[in-house]
């Protein structure tokens, strides 16, 4: 069974701070994604990392994949208030023979960013 | 852009009552799926759909039955409606598996359900 566990699952952190988030997973998967809600509203979908090694960035977020460590990170560089959000880390594991697939979610870390 | 929407933000309904929540999706996906959402545990897994008339058990399929006539379209059925599946229900859709390595899931706005 896969689980995925992210920490921390609060974050407080001033404007201008770097930080990172942490999402570790049981067993191996072909992809993982990184997803943001704001309060409120729905999920928006950040990145996907397919491969070892795999580095994506965006803005001030830049999210990394060791599958060896089966680890992924997701990095806040000199945060500001608009990143106040939950980031969820999603892994997928295929459903054989249908064409699906199946997303199992962290908690989500819930971010606050004080000016 | 993709475009998921469900059919109710805030719906409140009574101890026994059956309910209908619908997803549509314009982008032509093969897969679809319901998950709910409460605090502390994050999305879990309802039902998915890989194709029209086929669906498949989540983690959490107890109390809930699901419906896809036709592709753009999935209903979350709750048979009878009790206080514990007070949640927000969050649909969403994907290309099927292997034609797009970097396709996600894509969300709809959800719909915060009160059974009282």
């Known amino acids: 069974e896969l689980k995925v566990e992210q920490n921390p699952l609060f974050l407080s952190m001033q404007e201008g701070k770097n930080y990172t988030i942490y999402c570790n997973y049981s067993t191996t998967s072909d992809r993982l994604y990184w997803y943001r809600q704001d309060p409120g509203k729905s999920l928006e979908s950040l990145f996907v990392l397919l491969s070892n090694g795999a580095v994506k960035q965006e803005g001030r977020l830049m999210a990394s994949l060791d599958t060896k460590a089966r680890l992924s990170t997701l990095h806040i560089t000199a945060a500001v208030h608009d990143l106040s959000a939950t980031y969820f880390c999603a892994l997928s594991s295929s459903y054989s023979g249908a064409g699906s697939y199946q997303l199992t979610f962290g908690k989500g870390t819930k971010l606050s960013v004080i000016p | ?116």
């Open chain 2, 1 to 116: 852009d993709v475009k998921v929407t469900q059919s109710s933000r805030y719906l409140v309904k009574r101890t026994g009552e059956k309910v209908f929540l619908e997803c549509v999706q314009d982008m032509d996906h093969e897969n679809m799926f319901w998950y709910r959402q409460d605090p502390g545990l994050g999305l879990r897994l309802i039902y998915f759909s890989y194709d029209v008339k086929m669906k498949e058990k989540g983690d959490i399929p107890e109390g809930y039955s699901v419906s896809r006539e036709k592709k753009e379209r999935f209903s979350l059925i709750l048979e009878s409606a009790s206080t514990n599946q007070t949640s927000m229900y969050l649909c969403a859709s994907s290309l099927s598996w292997g034609r797009d390595l970097t396709d996600t899931q894509y969300f709809g706005p959800g719909t915060r359900l009160t059974v009282l």
